[in-house]
């Protein structure tokens, strides 16, 4: 049941106040499209903090769309915020839906009015249980599970604890008008799916209470990861030598903490767009002998296991 609506307001407010107290003094910058949620959070930011900029992203690919995003730019700055259209051009490679991601997130962080300017985003507890689902489905383990993090800078997400029911209501309440993006109930993507088929079947078979389940195994599964991670980055900073990777301290650890090892190790090489696959091929490499030419990595590169030590080479470097 949606929230009294003035309890909405109150509820929203208070969750982006409390997010912004860190961030007292810069101005911040509010992803807008429209949509309820980020209506709400923009509301809620000019009720509370004393600069707000606004970015609304004109992606390209509805009919009508640039007269959308102009219509909540002059919604937005009558409401009080900075507010201008960013257009963007849709193209790369994952599809429309990752494209179009890509494109938004970098128009947003171009958008910031000063380098210590956090970017609201509107994403709410429904969103997160959401993006659990997704990383469950992948199957690429606990940290896609983990969901969004609250703060991940410079994106700040202060509506994490916030059902999009009481956005909605706190629009309601305060006459604003809601875009409802005709993308957000397109059922050729898989996220729109998951919020109207998935996520209702769920809550009426395991009887209600499943998005928030959801998120607070996100969270429980977050702080797992950022303690395994504290762990390999201390043990990457006594394996690393040089552009190499001593595997004596890395092959006894156990697997959870190899694979982190390897993964920012990797990363830190230069090897981009890895998967779970080459993830695998490399911890195998690195925990057990004897020394050879391991797993072709993205960009022409491979692993190689020479005298107690994992390196990058070229794929033609061992031949």
Not at 103 to 117: D, I, L, T
Not at 270 to 278: I, N, R
């Given at each position: 049941?949606?929230?009294?609506?003035r309890?909405?307001?109150?509820?929203v407010r208070g969750a982006v106040r409390r997010a912004l107290l860190p961030h007292r003094g810069a101005p911040v910058l509010v992803a807008c499209s429209g949509g309820a949620d980020s209506l709400a959070l923009a509301a809620a930011a000019l009720a509370v903090h004393d600069e707000v900029h606004a970015a609304v992203v004109d992606h390209g690919l509805q009919d009508g769309s640039a007269d959308v995003a102009d219509g909540v730019v002059a919604r937005?700055?009558?409401m009080g915020a900075r507010a201008r259209v960013h257009r963007v051009e849709v193209r790369g490679p994952g599809g429309t839906e990752a494209a179009a991601r890509t494109a938004r997130y970098a128009a947003r962080r171009a958008a910031r009015p000063h380098p210590a300017a956090p970017v609201l985003l509107g994403h709410t507890l429904d969103d997160q249980a959401e993006t659990v689902l997704l990383g469950l489905g992948r199957g690429s383990g606990a940290r896609s599970m983990a969901g969004m993090r609250a703060w991940d800078e410079p994106w700040l997400r202060p509506?994490?604890?916030?059902?999009?029911?009481?956005?909605?209501?706190?629009?309601?309440?305060?006459?604003l008008p809601v875009w409802d993006d005709p993308h957000n109930a397109d059922p050729r993507f898989t996220r729109v799916r998951l919020r109207h088929e998935v996520l209702p079947l769920l809550e009426d078979v395991l009887a209600g209470g499943v998005a928030r389940a959801l998120a607070r195994t996100a969270a429980q599964l977050r702080e797992d990861d950022e303690a395994l991670t504290a762990v390999a980055d201390d043990l990457l900073g006594r394996a690393a030598t040089g552009e190499d990777l001593a595997l004596d301290p890395v092959a006894a650890a156990p697997p959870a903490v190899r694979r982190r090892v390897l993964r920012a190790w990797l990363l830190a090489a230069g090897v981009t767009s890895l998967t779970a696959e080459h993830l695998h091929g490399a911890d195998a490499l690195a925990a057990r002998g004897p020394d050879r030419t391991g797993p072709a990595l993205p960009g022409g590169l491979e692993l190689v296991r020479a005298r107690g030590r994992?390196?990058?080479?070229?794929?033609?470097w061992a031949r």
């Amino acid at each position: 049941m949606p929230p009294p609506a003035r309890d909405a307001v109150t509820e929203v407010r208070g969750a982006v106040r409390r997010a912004l107290l860190p961030h007292r003094g810069a101005p911040v910058l509010v992803a807008c499209s429209g949509g309820a949620d980020s209506l709400a959070l923009a509301a809620a930011a000019l009720a509370v903090h004393d600069e707000v900029h606004a970015a609304v992203v004109d992606h390209g690919l509805q009919d009508g769309s640039a007269d959308v995003a102009d219509g909540v730019v002059a919604r937005l700055t009558a409401m009080g915020a900075r507010a201008r259209v960013h257009r963007v051009e849709v193209r790369g490679p994952g599809g429309t839906e990752a494209a179009a991601r890509t494109a938004r997130y970098a128009a947003r962080r171009a958008a910031r009015p000063h380098p210590a300017a956090p970017v609201l985003l509107g994403h709410t507890l429904d969103d997160q249980a959401e993006t659990v689902l997704l990383g469950l489905g992948r199957g690429s383990g606990a940290r896609s599970m983990a969901g969004m993090r609250a703060w991940d800078e410079p994106w700040l997400r202060p509506l994490l604890d916030v059902r999009r029911t009481a956005t909605r209501a706190a629009c309601a309440a305060q006459d604003l008008p809601v875009w409802d993006d005709p993308h957000n109930a397109d059922p050729r993507f898989t996220r729109v799916r998951l919020r109207h088929e998935v996520l209702p079947l769920l809550e009426d078979v395991l009887a209600g209470g499943v998005a928030r389940a959801l998120a607070r195994t996100a969270a429980q599964l977050r702080e797992d990861d950022e303690a395994l991670t504290a762990v390999a980055d201390d043990l990457l900073g006594r394996a690393a030598t040089g552009e190499d990777l001593a595997l004596d301290p890395v092959a006894a650890a156990p697997p959870a903490v190899r694979r982190r090892v390897l993964r920012a190790w990797l990363l830190a090489a230069g090897v981009t767009s890895l998967t779970a696959e080459h993830l695998h091929g490399a911890d195998a490499l690195a925990a057990r002998g004897p020394d050879r030419t391991g797993p072709a990595l993205p960009g022409g590169l491979e692993l190689v296991r020479a005298r107690g030590r994992l390196g990058v080479r070229p794929a033609h470097w061992a031949r």
